[in-house]
């Protein structure tokens, strides 16, 4: 059982999604380690910065709780160290887990204009609180097209296994986790260019009380591996300063 100190996903996403396959005699409730969704109403970034590459710019995550007479929403949205948003995601949460209800994606076009982007969720599920063992999958699937693909789209899809307990440290605090192991791939289909089906595989962790603490990324053995870890939390205000500092 891995246990991972405690300081980025591109990928697109990263939440363990739709059950396809059984174990419920056996299941379990992990919902306290997905987000802090109840305390989050005033939002907080979270800095993610990779272990080995210090070269490389930290990503910003602002999470934010959204409650309603009707239901409880839960958004984020995802910054690069340029400040200028990159997906932004809705999520509702549900009595057995959350669901992605809204998938935006921007991308800046040849006049440095952002363009929004709407995915189709094809696996609405963004973290189960039941989940059994290592034989159970999580399907997560979105589909979308961005202004560069102009003959062709993207489909992303990730099979997630829960694999268990484990420890993560975190500003000199250790905190009780879970973790999942993950296999994906990014569908790139072009009527022009041709197709391209890029796989990955990598791991998170989830700590209690806090959430994403840590997630790696692997692309196969000629490329590079990635392995991103919570370094700080703070309000988007701090962020903000940053950006203004920045575009002083």
């Not at 591109?10 to 363990?16: H, Q, R």
Request: proline content about 6%.
């Amino acid at each position: 059982m891995p246990i991972y100190p405690g300081s980025h996903l591109l990928f697109l996403v990263f939440a363990p999604l739709l059950l396809i396959s059984c174990g419920q005699d056996q299941s379990r409730d992990i919902r306290d380690y997905y987000f802090p969704v109840r305390e989050l109403t005033d939002g907080l970034v979270y800095e993610y910065r990779d272990l080995n590459y210090d070269s490389l710019t930290p990503d910003f995550w602002y999470y934010n709780s959204i409650p309603t007479d009707s239901a409880f929403y839960f958004t984020k949205a995802y910054y690069q160290n340029d400040f200028v948003p990159r997906q932004l995601y809705r999520e509702e949460m549900v009595s057995n887990g959350i669901l992605l209800q809204d998938l935006f994606l921007f991308e800046t076009d040849s006049t440095q204009q952002q363009i929004q982007v709407k995915a189709d969720i094809l696996s609405p599920n963004s973290f189960p609180f039941e989940v059994a063992d290592a034989n159970t999958i999580y399907l997560y699937k979105v589909r979308f097209q961005l202004p560069s693909q102009a003959n062709g789209q993207t489909t992303v899809i990730i099979n997630r296994r829960f694999q268990g307990d484990t420890t993560y440290t975190y500003q000199g605090t250790t905190y009780p986790a879970v973790y999942f192991s993950l296999q994906g791939v990014a569908e790139q289909r072009d009527s022009v260019l041709g197709d391209i089906e890029p796989h990955f595989s990598g791991q998170e962790i989830y700590a209690k009380g806090l959430g994403l603490v840590y997630y790696e990324r692997s692309y196969g053995p000629d490329a590079p591996a990635f392995h991103h870890q919570l370094v700080d939390r703070y309000p988007m205000s701090e962020l903000a300063e940053q950006a203004k500092k920045r575009w002083e």
